[in-house]
């Protein structure tokens, strides 16, 4: 794909992103404002039940308080008229002690068994207070009342009153009014689509919103999108606010022509800034890429032709100042690196001429030496493997490839050890568990020889019977897994120790010659990193009670530049 589709298909992916961006926005702020109505609707809710139910609260508490009072039990009891109208003052100044000026409560009326009242607040004529006490007489438990009279509605219930043997001597009526309770209503300056009702015995008996009149509040909640219900204490009342669907989307349908209008803007404002990049960047910038990709960085890079934009002709100069110093660094570069091959490839070699003189004419002399003794003995059989083991690891240390079939490496190691046990007769015994996914792959050669060298001829060297030598190797997800164990002598602390840390620092250290102990080791810890990278080496634990277990870690496959 050249640059200029990239470009074009880079801004729709850019445009359908910001779109995106814009539709996650747009429905989490319609989700937000649903929430906030939510939350208003019930803070308003709250509010509104909160200042209603101290009134009804208060209804409650002066009906409460009358029918339970010694005095109002003695005023609807007394029979004497002058003693009756005497014993009133007391109670209507009790009663307006508990009535604010603020308070919607229109009426409040005592009668005793006979139905003898007593208006203590109200307007109320004599008709419409007998009206009220028929409709009490009967009734055992609190009662909601509507009263109508010529100018106004009142709502409320009674109570009755009873002596100490709990025989029915009277009763007291609350009333609200009804125009004092809408006044209140209209201040709360709620939406249309608010209703805030009163309720009794699941029907709405007063409400801000006419059509709700006389409703079953059932009703009321099918249909509402917001509901809230508020019983008041004892009495037969609940407030109720509820909300239209319409509440919420008035607020979504200003959003929405908000967001549009906001979108509308955006695509202009893309469009534009698209418009103006392709012209006055992108085109320049796509012409300085396609000078750069005719540049051949291997060979002599060149120079950029310029572009015709002032600001983009200056990059072109920095940038071709840029490549004519990166032509001087590539030859600079390429001569270290040429140097450091050189270097290393004289390391990599002086290591594996070290690893290869342990197998040198003094072995080699012993060997020839016990195939004589052999023969002598008339033990041809063992003086032919004898034979065939050593011209075997003869011919694979001197081989010239790096690298060696895993496998392959194995069997090698049998032949040495076959020889070792014809030499110490059978002193060696040797379990091998070798995962067989390792003939796919290959190891640098001589890595395995010199450390099980390491347990025969110093581990083992003061044991006179069975020698055990474990050695087991697995293929895991990103690397290979050598384990070789022996439970010979191992390695004293200072020595364990000591070659720890050379192995630890065995990149910075100079070339090691020398004893198995410390330096195979070593250049053998030195190679996997070469080969592999310092994450891989050796790890080296000395068993208890004895013994010592090599882990050789490598990789599956060399990072460095080696033909495998």
């Given at each position: 794909m050249n640059i200029k589709k990239k470009y074009y298909m880079w801004s729709m992916i850019l445009i359908a992103f910001v779109f995106l961006v814009w539709g996650i926005f747009y429905y989490y702020l319609t989700e937000l404002i649903q929430k906030n109505t939510q939350l208003q609707l019930n803070n308003t809710g709250n509010q509104?039940?909160?200042?209603?139910?101290?009134e009804f609260y208060n209804m409650e508490q002066i009906t409460f308080t009358l029918s339970q009072s010694e005095m109002v039990k003695a005023f609807v009891s007394?029979?004497?008229?002058?003693?009756?109208?005497?014993?009133?003052?007391?109670?209507?100044?009790?009663?307006?002690?508990?009535?604010?000026?603020?308070?919607?409560?229109?009426?409040?009326?005592?009668?005793?068994k006979e139905g003898v009242f007593y208006r203590f607040l109200g307007e109320q004529g004599n008709t419409e207070c007998d009206k009220i006490y028929y409709m009490i007489r009967d009734k055992e438990s609190p009662e909601h009342l509507v009263i109508k009279t010529k100018d106004k509605r009142l709502i409320g219930y009674g109570s009755g009153i009873y002596n100490i043997n709990n025989n029915r001597i009277g009763a007291v009526v609350v009333l609200l009014d009804e125009e004092a309770i809408l006044t209140r209503l209209d201040e709360y300056n709620?939406?249309?689509?608010?209703?805030?009702?009163?309720a009794a015995k699941n029907e709405i008996v007063i409400s801000d919103t006419k059509e709700l009149m006389g409703k079953d509040i059932q009703d009321v909640r099918k249909n509402a999108y917001y509901y809230a219900k508020k019983h008041m204490g004892i009495t037969p009342f609940s407030i109720l606010v509820t909300a239209d669907i319409g509440y919420l989307e008035s607020s979504k349908f200003y959003f929405t022509v908000a967001a549009l209008i906001t979108g509308i803007a955006l695509v202009s404002l893309l469009l534009i800034f698209g418009f103006a990049m392709r012209k006055y960047f992108f085109k320049p910038m796509i012409r300085v890429l396609e000078s750069v990709e005719h540049l051949d960085l291997e060979k002599t890079p060149g120079s950029l032709s310029y572009i015709g934009s002032e600001e983009f002709d200056k990059l072109v100069i920095k940038l071709?100042?840029?490549?004519?110093?990166?032509?001087?660094?590539?030859?600079?570069?390429?001569?270290?690196?040429l140097l450091v091959k050189n270097t290393e490839i004289k390391r990599q070699k002086a290591?594996?001429?070290s690893l290869k003189k342990q197998i040198n004419a003094h072995f080699t002399v012993n060997m020839l030496n016990l195939i004589r003794i052999l023969v002598t003995k008339k033990e041809l059989e063992r003086a032919v493997d004898l034979c065939d083991g050593l011209s075997m690891l003869v011919r694979y240390a001197h081989d010239e490839d790096?690298?060696?079939?895993?496998?392959?490496?194995?069997?090698?190691?049998?032949?040495?050890?076959?020889?070792?046990?014809?030499?110490?007769?059978?002193?060696?015994?040797?379990?091998?568990?070798?995962?067989?996914?390792?003939?796919?792959?290959?190891?640098?050669?001589?890595?395995?020889q010199p450390i099980v060298e390491n347990a025969v001829v110093h581990g083992y060297s003061n044991f006179k019977n069975k020698c055990l030598i474990d050695i087991s190797a697995k293929v895991e997800a990103d690397k290979i897994s050598i384990h070789i164990r022996d439970e010979g002598e191992g390695l004293s602390e200072e020595l364990f120790s000591e070659l720890k840390l050379r192995m630890e620092n065995s990149a910075s250290e100079p070339e090691s010659t020398g004893g198995i102990e410390k330096v195979a080791m070593i250049n053998i810890n030195r190679r996997i990193g070469y080969y592999y990278g310092d994450e891989y080496g050796l790890v080296l634990k000395n068993v208890i009670p004895h013994g010592l277990e090599v882990d050789i870690i490598i990789g599956k496959v060399p990072k460095c530049n080696v033909d495998v």
């Open positions: 509104i039940m909160k200042d209603l139910g101290d007394e029979d004497s008229v002058k003693e009756y109208y005497l014993r009133a003052q007391p109670i209507n100044e009790m009663i307006l002690g508990m009535i604010s000026n603020e308070s919607m409560i229109g009426s409040v009326i005592t009668y005793n709620q939406p249309d689509t608010l209703h805030i009702s009163v071709n100042e840029m490549l004519r110093k990166i032509d001087t660094k590539n030859k600079n570069i390429q001569e270290a690196m290591i594996i001429l790096e690298f060696i079939n895993i496998w392959d490496e194995f069997y090698i190691l049998q032949s040495y050890i076959n020889i070792m046990n014809i030499r110490y007769n059978n002193k060696f015994e040797v379990n091998f568990d070798l995962d067989d996914r390792l003939m796919d792959y290959k190891m640098p050669r001589m890595l395995l």
